[in-house]
């Protein structure tokens, strides 16, 4: 997906250019520029690479161990300033003076104003989510940003696959929620997501939404180890056989996104190397005739 090459415009200024004419082109160009910079000066995270302080204004629970954390950005019509698909570094200090930093995928649109918003899972003996789950409204915690993970342009495929498990729904949904929100982009989503049970299915609700809002772009399967109640679903794993009979086939118009607990990305993909670095395309992906280039690990 590289840019379209344009030939460069000149440089050259012909010197008998109006006065009046250079005074209306500057005033043009002052004027963008400052609209640039008003526009720009919403944006929190902007890649500077300095850490900024934002309190909890809320925190709900999402399931038996999971909570949504809702924190405030500096001003009310502030925006967090991240693009599609991208997340930020959280990080706290420990009592021993030692920085504890892990990257969250936020869940709130890119162009909310005022604050953004977290899916996080605690884990035992986990530094950050015993740190995070300790605090309360008002406490702050330490951003920055953006750590921007894949450039999504509308329409580059005709359809994509989204396979997630667990707290790993979080930048799928990102996806999920931006494509389908944008009417001038016609890609197709299905996204198989995988959980514990059906009381561990997080964002069920608003992924239910997307589906119900927009039947013809979005499409949403659970899969539960053991399913409860009114479960309406598929029992067991993300396997091979399913992926073959129900996703898109690889070609140059579709793509796969994955995310998820390391057990499940051995499955399915092969792990992350390292933040950079994709690192080599094994388990039922590459079975299936995906290619490296065809599936991207968040």
């Not at 050259?12 to 005074?23: K, S, W």
């Not at 570094?89 to 920085?99: D, I, M, Q, R």
């Not at 605690?122 to 894949?150: A, E, Q």
Request: aromatic share 10%; net charge positive.
């Amino acid at each position: 997906m590289l840019a379209r090459l344009t030939k460069p415009q000149s440089k050259f200024v012909p010197i008998a250019l109006g006065a009046a004419a250079i005074a209306a082109t500057a005033f043009y160009l002052n004027r963008n520029n400052s609209n640039v910079i008003k526009n720009d000066s919403k944006k929190v995270f902007v890649g500077d690479n300095q850490w900024i302080d934002l309190p909890i204004e809320k925190i709900i629970d999402e399931s038996h161990d999971t909570r949504k954390f809702i924190f405030k950005l500096p001003n009310d019509d502030s925006i967090s300033g991240l693009t599609l698909a991208s997340a930020v570094l959280a990080k706290f200090v420990t009592p021993k003076g030692s920085n504890v930093i892990r990257p969250y995928t936020p869940i709130s649109d890119l162009n909310d104003k005022g604050f953004i918003e977290f899916v996080i899972k605690h884990y035992d003996n986990g530094k950050m989510t015993s740190h995070l789950f300790s605090l309360k409204p008002k406490d702050t915690v330490s951003f920055k940003g953006p750590i921007k993970k894949w450039q999504w342009i509308p329409n580059s495929f005709d359809s994509i696959t989204l396979l997630g498990a667990g707290t790993g729904i979080t930048p799928l949904y990102q996806l999920a929620h931006h494509i389908t929100q944008n009417p001038n982009d016609k890609t197709k989503i299905k996204l198989l997501y995988g959980n514990k049970t059906p009381n561990d299915i997080l964002l069920k609700k608003e992924l239910d939404n997307l589906q119900s809002k927009y039947p013809e772009k979005f499409e949403v399967v659970y899969f539960v180890d053991k399913a409860e109640g009114n479960f309406k679903g598929e029992t067991g794993f993300i396997t091979k056989d399913y992926l073959q009979s129900h996703i898109s086939k690889p070609t140059e118009k579709t793509h796969v996104f994955v995310c998820g607990p390391p057990p499940f990305m051995k499955v399915n993909s092969g792990e992350k190397v390292g933040p950079t670095d994709q690192g080599e395309l094994v388990g039922s992906l590459k079975d299936l005739g995906f290619t490296k280039e065809q599936v991207f690990k968040f």
